[in-house]
C-alpha cells in the first residue's frame, strides 16, 4: 500500500476530519508545489500534508508555507526514509531539514513501508560543535489527532509567523513522560496526617451531624470523560463514537446556537475527552 493511501485512511478515522483527498504533486523541485493530501476538519481548516521525495532548497519551503499560511491553511511535511539519517548518527543537518524540523516542534516526521506502514519521528539533538546535532528517533506515531496552530519560527532561514499541523508534540527526547508517574503527595498534594479522634471527640462530630464516613473516591479522568458524552464506562467503540458525533453536531461552532465562545470551549471540551477515552482503551 502507498503511505499517501494508507495515511489517507489513517485521517479519515478521525473524529475531527470531516474528509480528506489525495493531491496531485508537482515537480518538488519547482518553487510551489500541490500538496499530496488536503485534510478538511469540521472546524472548517484545512490542512495540506506534503510528502518530500527528493531534497528541497530551503525557499521552496517557505514559498509553500508562505502561500499556506497567507490563506488560513496549516502545513504539515514529511520526509521519504532515504532522505532522513538513522538513529544514534552526529550529522551536521542540511538546512531545509532543520528548516522543517523547526516546522514540526523541533522533529521530522518519516515512515516506514516494511511490511504495514508506519508513521515514525525524529529530533535533532545538539551534540558537539554548534552545528552538530546527535539524531534520536522516538516511538512510531499512533495517529490519534492532528492539531493545527499558528506558531513564532526563529531560525533566520524559516522565520515567520506560520499555519503549521502536527500530530502531537509531546518532546520524547526530553524525558521519559509516558512511563513516569509522579509521586501521590506530588501529583495529589496529600494534607498533613492527623491522629485519629478519640471516642469523645467522635461522640461530639456525631453529635454536630458530622458522619465518620469517608467521601466517596473523586472520578477519575476516565469517568469524567465518560460522563461528559453521556455514556457509561461499559459503552462500546461505536456506543461511544456515536454520542461524540451526536453531540458534536449540536455543539460545533459552526452550527450551535450558543454563543460563539461558549460552543467553542464546549466543543473543545467534548473532543478532548472522546480523544482521551479512546487513547486510554487504545482503539
Not at 35 to 41: K, N, R
Not at 58 to 85: C, M
Amino acid at each position: 500500500m502507498q503511505f499517501s493511501q494508507w495515511l489517507k485512511e489513517q485521517l479519515e478515522g478521525l473524529v475531527s476530519v470531516q474528509r480528506c483527498m489525495l493531491g496531485q504533486t508537482n515537480n518538488v523541485g519547482m518553487r510551489t508545489r500541490e500538496p499530496d493530501l488536503v485534510v478538511y476538519m469540521w472546524t472548517g481548516v484545512r490542512v495540506h500534508i506534503y510528502t518530500l521525495m527528493e531534497e528541497t532548497k530551503t525557499r521552496t519551503i517557505k514559498s509553500i508555507i508562505q502561500a499556506d499560511s497567507g490563506t488560513g491553511v496549516g502545513s504539515l511535511f514529511i520526509i521519504a526514509p532515504h532522505l532522513v539519517p538513522q538513529d544514534d548518527m552526529t550529522i551536521v543537518p542540511p538546512e531545509w531539514l532543520m528548516a522543517i524540523h523547526a516546522l514540526s516542534h523541533d522533529r521530522i516526521y518519516t515512515y516506514t513501508t516494511n511490511g504495514e506502514p508506519r508513521l515514525l519521528q525524529l529530533h535533532f539533538g545538539k551534540a558537539g560543535l554548534a552545528e552538530q546535532r546527535k539524531v534520536l528517533y522516538g516511538p512510531p506515531v499512533t495517529i490519534r489527532q492532528l492539531r493545527y496552530s499558528r506558531v513564532t519560527i526563529k531560525p533566520s532561514y524559516i522565520k515567520g509567523f506560520w499555519m503549521v499541523a502536527d500530530f502531537g508534540n509531546h518532546a520524547f527526547w526530553k524525558d521519559d513522560a509516558e512511563h513516569y508517574q509522579p509521586p501521590p503527595r506530588a501529583q495529589y498534594g496529600y494534607r498533613r496526617k492527623e491522629n485519629p479522634p478519640n471516642s469523645q471527640q467522635a461522640q461530639s462530630r456525631a453529635n454536630r451531624g458530622f458522619s465518620n464516613h469517608k467521601p466517596p473516591p473523586a472520578k477519575t479522568h476516565l469517568e469524567l470523560s465518560y460522563e461528559l458524552l453521556g455514556v457509561e464506562l461499559s459503552a462500546t467503540r461505536d456506543e461511544v463514537k456515536a454520542a461524540f458525533r451526536k453531540l458534536a453536531f449540536k455543539l460545533h461552532p459552526d452550527v450551535s446556537d450558543l454563543e460563539k465562545a461558549e460552543a467553542e470551549a464546549r466543543f473543545k471540551l467534548l473532543s478532548e475527552a472522546y480523544e482521551y477515552i479512546k487513547a486510554e482503551r487504545k482503539w
